[in-house]
């Protein structure tokens, strides 16, 4: 079985990882001056994650002349992408499985191909913070689906895990 949008448990326990992550960014104050953040949340309509908008968690500066937005970490959406991150990392080998077949263009799946190649490409940064985090000698290929067996995957326990994985800015 795999997150489906359907699936109010999966997405309410990203929304509370998300929070925590938000919490813990405007606990710390302005990175730019050290000012105190304030709440700057937006919605997000994301494919693949919930029938309607998401709470998108922002944060902006208070201290006048710095203004400096942040927004922290997130497991339900993989930078400016239009899907939810777990449908960016799976999609591409699990589409049918999902029950998504027909509904992304080709040319989506295309890009986030070109995406994962470059992100787990043996020069990339990423896949040199993967090697300190995974275990020694995982192999991977240029899609995502090849690192998913050492989080247990498919077991449910294994999602949040993934996608914490996953979205790492690094």
């Not at 922002?58 to 970490?73: A, F, Y």
């Not at 960016?88 to 989506?108: E, H, P, S």
């Amino acid at each position: 079985m795999y997150p489906l949008c359907a699936d109010a448990p999966f997405i309410q326990s990203l929304r509370h990882f998300d929070q925590e992550l938000f919490l813990a960014i405007k606990a710390k104050g302005c990175p730019h001056c050290g000012g105190p953040l304030d709440t700057a949340n937006y919605l997000r309509k994301t494919r693949g994650l919930s029938e309607g908008s998401e709470i998108r968690f922002s944060l902006c500066c208070r201290v006048e002349g710095c203004r400096k937005r942040r927004q922290p970490r997130s497991i339900r959406f993989l930078g400016r992408r239009v899907y939810g991150a777990w449908v960016v990392i799976l999609a591409i080998d699990y589409c049918n499985d999902l029950g998504l077949k027909g509904q992304i263009a080709r040319q989506t799946i295309s890009r986030w191909k070109i995406f994962w190649r470059e992100r787990l490409s043996e020069a990339g940064s990423f896949l040199k913070w993967a090697r300190g985090v995974l275990p020694p000698g995982t192999k991977s290929t240029s899609l995502p689906s090849s690192l998913l067996g050492h989080f247990g995957f498919p077991k449910r326990e294994s999602w949040i895990l993934i996608l914490k994985f996953f979205t790492e800015p690094v």
